[in-house]
């Protein structure tokens, strides 16, 4: 049905091309990435820790057994010894194994316990860096809680992205180098994770909860994860991209967000009647950002998880039935509340999803229409 | 024990009956056991499937066969399909077929309990697959894109179809706790005279345990799933958070159920191999008693960390650190029972029969399995590994060596046995190479996958991920394939091949190869008595 052969043909070839240049190719990614803050390298020595000592164990074991295999067999004449275990060995192995055993979990929990009490619970002090981060059904939030910035990031498609695809966003998680932060979870409706390798950790973003993780970042760079617990039918699309610059650059960042989110306010308060052509406009731009990844940027839709708004019957029915769904959102499904969205993206929005994919009711939505419906 | 003066009469009171009606109202335990099997062997062809297209799916970076929930959907499916349409009939099967004559029993306790537990499967089953393709249809609702774990808020978002899927958990957990009463009261109650609990032959004891398992498990996921029907349709909010719920509880009751059902597949398994190790080693099981203490300590220890695979949720410190070294213990137990089928074939006189080639390949791969999960109960490592593809090649290193390749043993096995023929061994062999190669081919590369950075459950995927997901898929599709080898061995069996005999297998011990292969469809009508 979705079968598409000369794809799947396309794509072994390509394949098995990829893989004889496999050898070639620099990065195949055996193991974690290098580290971007202190908690992370602990986590990442206990990592290679623990690998360590099962590499090891694995070792000892193959080499019992392909020795055994090798020689205690009928073919090489080998009789069975059958008093083995009415050794002294024999006797006492049920003690020897467990106590060899323990001695190796022993290692392992006291150092796991020593990492655990430095990187589990956010260490006292005010020098902390706060963001929360929440989930969406497929976005993310960032809220920096001490500067009143909000960044809303979601992935981009693969013809603008590329070679990027599903490791780039529109709007990078920006953090300043040297400086402690701690993440606060938290999620707007499914189950999702926060989940970037560099920062050594994920923590699940649960609604009602807001959990705790903190990351004392030491390197620049662009460090690339996504979401991992699985929230529906896009989780596949929710990158995480944390971009951590040098502490002046992370000023003049929230400096022009700042300046972003003045000019957006300003211009939704303006009491200026708008036509038709620029909410259509504008409309356009918030949906297909926004509203597209369920109800695609063709308005059909995906039904039956997500309707269409081409001839739906809400886009063409009473204005004040299409904002209160666009405003409160419908309880026990994926259409959430965008109350939070200003009068005039809102106005905007529905006045786009009235007219578009031959809607054509000509209403027009003014943002003072919404202010009132709210 | 009434049943050792069973006279020679009551039991040919009635013969085999013919046609349907001999399984439909099957009172028999060798009938009742082989349709276990049977049912066992077309689900996994089902759960296979599913398996195959998830595998050509990720083959290449893209989308390119089916859509995002039919892909969450077929996860979902192929998890549970294999584990409760799988492996655990199939270990009921063996159970079946097995305890008895290995205890000297003419039948299971509770015959006619015994034909419900295996018919109400097929139900099960059927709302199961209900449960796929009801979203087809029109006004069937959406798919189920939640994975096995079934986690709310998400489960609650998904249409009819999740209904379809709680019935048939209630159904496959009634069976399940039929059957594992059946087996409790058969184990305690009818084995031959002088046959001691300690005398039991290891099989026995490992369903005896599976058994108590299932008993306190099952239920409680059925509860969960229940509190999960009633948030969805009666207005309650156990997991609703805006209700005052909690849907972290859901997670709780689940892997409270879940991690136990691991040993509940697995312990079978290590049932056979603790024939199947001895036989071709020609040398009795080494450290009977510890096996069956180091049974019961992963039993219980099992019990109570659960929440290993919740490291992510935020718990409280002293919590994690609890679940994590009850965690890393476990491997005490779980090292003894490979340490003792390591020092069984130590100075035995091996030969390798396919069912010997399993056993050495589960050795060698559960020891792997197991090293991944100890360092999976490493918390801070673990808060990197979770919800990757490396949980993913973990749970596959030990499930399949450890439950499914141990009943592939146990076929291999006793087949002779059940139908009276030698299969054929160099076909045994060929499937045997493939099989293990494959599934080598298939999970070794998911867990550098999962290191740098793949989680697990997602359908498309960056193009750094393409090379070890090609040969994933180039060895999954092969692993899939294998298996139409097994049937075919499988079936040839049945209709013919070299006679075998009353014992098999030249260093087999045990009541049922004293008994005719294929044996009477009554046996020990008198019990035997063990010196
Ligand atoms: C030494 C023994 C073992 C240890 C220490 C261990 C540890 C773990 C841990 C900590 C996880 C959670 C990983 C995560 O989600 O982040 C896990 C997952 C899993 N393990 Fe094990 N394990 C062991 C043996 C087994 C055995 C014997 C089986 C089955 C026969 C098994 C089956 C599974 C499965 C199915 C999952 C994944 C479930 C899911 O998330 O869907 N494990 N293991
Ligand atoms: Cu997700
Ligand atoms: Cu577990």
Redesign the pocket.
């Known amino acids: 049905m979705f079968f598409r052969s000369k794809t799947l043909i396309g794509s072994t070839s390509a394949a098995l091309g990829l893989l004889a240049a496999g050898g070639a190719r620099a990065e195949w990614g055996l193991n974690f990435p290098p580290p971007a803050a202190g908690v992370a390298q602990e986590i990442f020595d206990i990592h290679m820790m623990t690998m360590g000592i099962a590499t090891v164990l694995l070792v000892i074991v193959f080499a019992f057994v392909f020795y055994s295999l090798y020689t205690h067999r009928k073919s090489r004449g080998y009789e069975a010894d059958q008093h083995f275990h009415e050794t002294w060995f024999g006797h006492w192995s049920w003690v020897i194994i467990p106590v060899m055993v323990l001695g190796v979990d022993l290692t392992i929990a006291s150092k796991a316990d020593a990492v655990l009490k430095k990187v589990w619970e956010v260490p006292e002090g005010k020098d902390f860096l706060d963001v929360k981060v929440t989930g969406h059904q497929w976005w993310w939030e960032f809220d920096y809680l001490d500067h009143d910035i909000k960044v809303e990031s979601r992935y981009i498609p693969e013809e603008e992205s590329q070679e990027l695809y599903l490791r780039e966003v529109d709007n990078r998680l920006v953090l300043p180098n040297n400086t402690k932060v701690r993440f606060l979870h938290t999620s707007a409706d499914v189950l999702h994770a926060f989940w970037v390798p560099e920062l050594g950790f994920k923590k699940d973003a649960i609604p009602g909860y807001v959990t705790e993780t903190w990351a004392d970042l030491n390197r620049e760079g662009v460090f690339r994860g996504q979401c991992a617990e699985l929230c529906g039918t896009w989780h596949s699309r929710m990158p995480l991209v944390v971009e951590v610059v040098s502490e002046e650059r992370f000023a003049e960042w929230k400096e022009e967000q700042n300046q972003l989110k003045v000019a957006a306010l300003a211009e939704a308060s303006a009491d200026k009647t708008w036509s038709m052509d620029e909410l259509m406009a504008k409309g356009k731009e918030v949906y297909d950002t926004k509203c597209a990844a369920c109800h695609q940027v063709t308005g059909l839709g995906l039904p039956p998880a997500f309707p269409a708004l081409k001839d739906s019957p809400v886009a063409k029915g009473p204005i004040a039935g299409h904002l209160d769904i666009v405003l409160n959102g419908k309880e026990g499904t994926a259409m959430q509340a965008w109350g939070s969205m200003n009068d005039l993206e809102i106005a905007a929005i529905v006045t786009y999803e009235r007219n578009a994919w031959d809607n054509n009711t000509g209403d027009v939505v003014q943002p003072a229409d919404v202010k009132q419906a709210r | 024990m009434s049943t050792t003066t069973l006279t020679h009469d009551d039991a040919h009171h009635h013969d085999a009956p013919k046609g349907w009606r001999r399984w439909l109202f099957s009172t028999n335990h060798k009938d009742i056991g082989t349709l276990y099997l049977l049912f066992a062997l077309t689900m996994l062809f089902f759960g296979g499937a599913s398996a195959m297209v998830v595998r050509a799916e990720l083959f290449m970076p893209g989308i390119q066969l089916v859509d995002p929930d039919l892909y969450n959907n077929l996860v979902t499916n192929h998890?549970l399909i294999m584990?409760f349409g799988a492996v655990m009939p199939a270990a009921a099967g063996l159970a079946n077929w097995m305890i008895p004559m290995m205890i000297g029993a003419p039948d299971m306790a509770l015959p006619r309990m015994n034909n419900l537990s295996f018919w109400v499967l097929p139900a099960a089953a059927t709302m199961m697959i209900l449960s796929f393709v009801v979203p087809f249809f029109p006004g069937g609702g959406t798919q189920i894109n939640t994975?096995?774990?079934l986690y709310p808020p998400l489960s609650v978002q998904v249409g009819m179809s999740m209904d379809f899927l709680i019935f048939a958990i209630h159904l496959l957990g009634i069976s399940s706790v039929l059957a594992s009463i059946n087996i409790i009261v058969t184990l305690l109650n009818m084995r031959a005279p002088g046959m001691t609990l300690m005398k039991m032959p290891m099989f026995c004891w490992t369903w005896l345990v599976t058994a108590f398992l299932l008993i306190l498990v099952v239920p409680v996921l059925a509860g969960g799933v229940t509190m999960l029907l009633f948030d969805r349709h009666f207005g309650t909010s156990f997991f609703d958070a805006a209700g005052g719920g909690d849907p972290v509880l859901f997670q709780h009751l689940f892997w409270f159920f879940?991690?136990p059902?691991?040993?509940i597949?697995?312990l079978p398994?290590i049932g056979v191999l603790s024939h199947v190790i001895p036989t071709f080693s020609r040398k009795p099981l080494f450290g009977y008693n510890s096996m069956v203490g180091a049974m019961l300590a992963v039993a219980t220890i099992g019990m109570v960390?659960w929440a290993?695979?919740?490291?992510?949720i935020g718990m409280s410190l002293g919590a994690v650190t609890y679940f994590m070294i009850g965690?890393?213990i476990?491997?005490i137990p779980?090292?003894l029972m490979i340490f003792n089928f390591i020092a069984t074939m130590w100075r035995g006189s091996m030969t390798f029969e396919t069912p010997m080639l399993f056993a050495v390949a589960i050795v060698l791969m559960?020891t792997f399995?197991?090293?991944?999960?100890?360092?999976?109960?490493?918390v801070p490592a673990?808060m990197q590994?979770?919800?990757?593809m490396?949980?993913?090649a973990?749970?596959?290193y030990?499930?399949m060596p450890?439950?499914v390749f141990g009943l592939f043993a146990g076929v291999f096995y006793w087949l002779p046995k059940w139908t009276g023929h030698m299969y054929n061994e160099r076909l045994a062999k060929i499937f045997f190479w493939t099989n293990v190669i494959s599934f080598n081919i298939t999970f070794f590369p998911q867990h550098f996958l999962g290191l740098a950075g793949m989680p697990?459950r997602i359908i498309d995927y960056n193009v750094m991920y393409t090379e070890f997901n090609v040969i994933s898929s180039i060895g999954g599709i092969v692993f899939g394939l294998s298996h139409l080898l097994f049937l075919y061995i499988i079936i040839s069996t049945i209709r013919g091949g070299k006679k075998a005999k009353a014992k098999a297998w030249e260093g087999a011990k045990g009541l049922e190869w004293e008994l005719d292969s294929p044996p009477a469809f009554h046996t020990w009508t008198v019990a035997p008595t063990i010196k």
């Open positions: 998890a584990i994975g096995w774990t879940g991690h059902e691991v040993y597949l697995l398994s960390v290993h695979h919740q490291y992510t965690t890393i476990i491997s779980v090292g559960f399995g197991g090293l991944s999960g100890v360092m999976l109960a490493v673990d590994y979770h919800d990757s490396f949980v993913v973990h749970f596959h030990v499930l450890g439950a697990r």
